[in-house]
């Protein structure tokens, strides 16, 4: 009897051990299988980025305090746009404005706020006759910013449209700005002059 009291807690024990090296052994198989499949997917990643050229990056997020900037000019679009548009940059985009800078340096952002225009009847009965027009309702806002690794692929600007806040997200259209601005590639992109 007493063999049996001795037996049945070691058996116990060398079961419950067993099962504890059995647990550790499927928790070491699982991890080494998850990195497995992670580098396997870094690795397709890297490979996939070196055989073909990166996409554009186009922004997805307003740069925060823009409507403190100070304006670099003011634009007037007529034919299907019809608008008006203030055109801002940062500190940094002054800065190289003012000196006359190009290229123009990394973290140079721009926007451009566009709004419809429309007749001003206050004005145009003080004035006496129609030549007013004023900013009507937001069109939209557009963004260049700088960074020339980031956005190596699209001459080192990262473009962006928003309208109500939220980001143009059709990258056929997105596509479009850089095709558009790459024609005046003498000036780093850049369509506004300063306004002094």
Known sequence: MKNYIITIPVACALTICALVIWQKAQAQNASAQTADKAGATIADAVG?????????????????GYRDWKLISVAHEEGNLHSFAAVLGNDAAIKAYREGKLPYPDGTIIAALHYHHVPSEENNKVFGRDQSFVPGDPSNIQFMIKDSRKY??????????????KPLTDTAKLKGCFDCHAKINDRDLVFTRYAP
């Open 48 to 64: 996939a980025k070196t055989n073909q050229a990166s996409p554009p990056i186009y922004l997805t997020e307003i740069p925060p």
């Open 152 to 165: 190596a692929s699209t001459g080192g600007w990262g473009f962006g449209h928003f309208q109500d806040g």
